[in-house]
């Protein structure tokens, strides 16, 4: 079974933005659907959402101890200016432990199933 690491922000967590127009309720009740939808696709999916200030450490345990078919990047992480450092710490630390890492990003909450399936087809 194909492996997923869904990396996105937790809308409770203090350090980060939320996207324009976006409440934590949407965030939160969005991403939830996504890891359903990519599980009832066939993806084994870990839904990954360390404290922002924590998240590559947090992240380069998680990759220590598991190898990931696909790393998906949430928009939410994307999209806002001031999360742009740790966007790029996450693709670093992941080709890090994974040279040949695949990567996916969504456009919307609704995209993340589309975006997995063009990186990694069943």
């Not at 790393?71 to 001031?82: A, D, M, Q, T």
């Given at each position: 079974?194909?492996?997923?690491?869904?990396?996105?922000?937790?809308?409770?967590?203090?350090?980060?933005?939320?996207?324009?127009?976006?409440?934590?309720?949407?965030?939160?009740?969005?991403?939830?659907?996504?890891?359903?939808?990519?599980?009832?696709?066939?993806?084994?999916?870990?839904?990954?959402?360390?404290?922002?200030?924590?998240g590559i450490d947090e992240?380069?345990?998680?990759?220590?101890?598991?190898?990931?078919?696909?790393?998906?990047?949430?928009?939410?992480?994307?999209?806002?200016?001031?999360?742009t450092p740790y966007f790029?710490?996450?693709?670093?630390?992941?080709?890090?432990?994974?040279?040949?890492?695949?990567?996916?990003?969504?456009?919307?909450?609704?995209?993340?199933?589309?975006?997995?399936?063009?990186?990694?087809?069943?």
């Open positions: 079974m194909a492996t997923v690491l869904y990396m996105g922000v937790a809308p409770q967590d203090p350090n980060i933005d939320l996207p324009p127009g976006v409440s934590a309720e949407m965030l939160d009740g969005g991403m939830n659907k996504s890891v359903d939808d990519l599980k009832n696709a066939g993806y084994q999916v870990v839904h990954f959402l360390p404290p922002i200030m924590q992240l380069e345990k998680e990759l220590q101890r598991n190898k990931y078919d696909l790393v998906l990047v949430g928009l939410s992480i994307r999209i806002v200016p001031k999360h790029e710490g996450i693709i670093n630390t992941a080709l890090k432990y994974n040279p040949g890492q695949r990567f996916a990003f969504n456009t919307s909450l609704e995209s993340t199933l589309e975006a997995a399936q063009r990186a990694l087809p069943l």
